[in-house]
């Protein structure tokens, strides 16, 4: 089955992408949590109507909690709770649901090692988790939902993305992302305390990441991570917070395809038909 198309649903772009006879095709548009799931639909339609091939299936990434790979239950783009996953596929072609396809994405690249986590810091923040041959799932494949964890702040108990999670930044700083980054290339220092406690807030997550599944290597991919010092503090407060022992076995790197990690993890997940 090579004729898939991988799409990367978030909650602020839709990316799709596939690939034929050496050739990519790929398209990003807009979305929002209150983004029509009409429209999610007349997005795939219209970029696989520009495809030189009909897809023998398509593999999604969504985000929030899925019913095996056919039903989304809860989705921060409300429009998709409850959706099936044939709404988009309309017999046409069979569609997968998944939650985890930056982890299906990064788990080729370390073959030799036994245990490898992989956050996507985006919008929101996701966990994947692949040890001795497995992905980690838990009772009904919920595991993983990292930015609902709780950090205690000086506000009191909030959810990781409400800190450190791109949505809950943006918010904070009561503008837009364009904005923001020029308010942190500019150093101002409401924008630098800003971007450094949510680096913090992440690195608090990244301890407790490795602290509970003793991972060889955490991949960290997303756009937030890429925010200008919010991978520093975060290291270093995970440094601070870990047990060296463990730190110090744990290899933490970036992406190696951050653009593409989701949409490329949806297709191979498609593709192999492995149950995650």
Wanted: proline share 4%; hydrophobic share 40%.
């Amino acid at each position: 089955m090579e004729k898939i198309v991988g799409v990367d649903i978030g909650c602020t772009k839709m990316y799709m992408y596939a690939e034929h006879e050496g050739k990519t095709f790929e398209n990003k548009v807009p979305t929002g949590l209150d983004c029509p799931r009409e429209r999610l639909k007349q997005e795939l339609d219209a970029f696989i109507e520009r495809l030189p091939f009909e897809p023998e299936g398509v593999g999604m990434a969504v985000p929030g909690l899925v019913e095996g790979d056919h039903r989304v239950q809860l989705s921060d783009v409300r429009s998709l709770s409850g959706i099936i996953a044939d709404y988009f596929g309309a017999g046409r072609f069979p569609v997968r649901f998944n939650v985890k396809s930056a982890a299906v994405a990064e788990t080729v690249h370390y073959k030799d090692k036994d245990t490898i986590a992989v956050i996507m810091a985006g919008s929101g923040t996701a966990l994947g988790v692949y040890s001795k041959g497995r992905m980690f799932t838990g009772a009904h494949g919920f595991a993983g939902e990292l930015g609902y964890c709780i950090i205690q702040t000086a506000e009191g108990p909030q959810r990781l993305d409400s800190v450190a999670g791109g949505i809950g930044i943006l918010q904070q700083a009561g503008c837009g992302i364009d904005e923001f980054l020029e308010r942190i290339n500019r150093n101002e220092p409401a924008a630098m305390q800003l971007i450094a406690r949510a680096g913090e807030y992440f690195g608090m997550a990244l301890t407790n990441v490795i602290h509970l599944f003793n991972p060889d290597v955490i991949v960290v991919g997303g756009s937030t991570a890429t925010y200008p010092g919010y991978m520093e503090h975060a290291l270093e407060t995970a440094q601070k917070h870990t047990l060296p022992d463990m730190f110090g076995a744990c290899l933490i790197a970036p992406a190696k395809d951050n653009k593409r990690i989701v949409a490329l993890g949806a297709m191979e997940y498609m593709r192999s038909g492995m149950r995650i």
